[in-house]
């Protein structure tokens, strides 16, 4: 059974999606379950070198207060999966092409979740700028990759096209928001869905799976 995730390493719900999706498959396991983390852009418009957070807030939100109500929610919510969101922290809101790039590159070496990971906590509890091509490369090597080979992988273009044809293939297949979960290219289910809803979205997998053999 494969499952693909869209989602992007800005998205506080898609953190909360992961730790959902973490408790779903500890209470019910998929011993066959394949998982891929697709990229899919927030704000596909940021610039490359990324954006100053207030000036990121007063756009996107209409000020620090405005968004400072929704990251209570958020936080509240968090609390309860065991993230402690630290938004105070975030200095600069990134462009994160080179992020989903390294997440592609941590799938050719079996560390996706590792590397997707790092990135979420890099990001959310430490308030690094993931944008950075250099503490990128310092993340990959605490996912597991080599930092040198992550350094010399993000100073190229490889995997740009693949992550912006991703992106693209979510919107025109309908993705408006993320994280979105896909169950063999065929069931899906938008947001940071609780263990009981994801356990239906396999069930639908498992039975598609049945009838598409019978």
């Known amino acids: 059974m494969e499952l693909d995730i869209f989602s992007d390493v800005v ?15 500890s209470d019910r ?12 852009q927030l704000n596909p418009d940021m610039p490359a070198e990324g954006m100053d957070r207030q000036a990121y807030l007063e756009r996107k939100f209409g000020g620090a207060e405005n968004a400072q109500r929704l990251y209570n929610q958020i936080g509240t919510v968090g609390a309860e999966v065991g993230i402690d969101f630290a938004f105070d922290r975030i200095r600069r809101t990134p462009n994160t092409v080179n992020a989903h790039r390294l997440i592609r590159l941590g799938a050719h070496h079996d560390r996706e979740d590792a590397v997707v990971e790092r990135l979420f906590r890099a990001y ?17 090597g605490d996912a597991g990759l080599d930092a040198q080979e992550a350094a010399r992988f993000l100073a190229g273009d490889e995997e740009r096209t693949a992550v912006e044809t991703e992106d693209f293939s979510g919107r025109q297949a309908g993705i408006t928001g ?17 263990p009981e809803v994801l356990y239906k979205l396999f069930d639908l997998g498992r039975e598609g799976a049945q009838a598409a053999q019978a």
């Open 29 to 40: 396991p998929q011993s066959d379950l394949l998982v891929r983390w697709r990229a899919f």
């Open 178 to 194: 993320v994280p979105t979960f896909i169950v063999n290219r065929r069931h899906a289910v938008p947001g940071a869905q609780p």
């Open 124 to 140: 959310f509890l430490e308030g690094g700028d993931i944008g950075d091509p250099g503490l990128l490369s310092e993340l990959a």
């Open 11 to 25: 998205c506080p719900w898609c953190f909360i999606g992961k730790r959902r999706l973490e408790a779903a498959l």
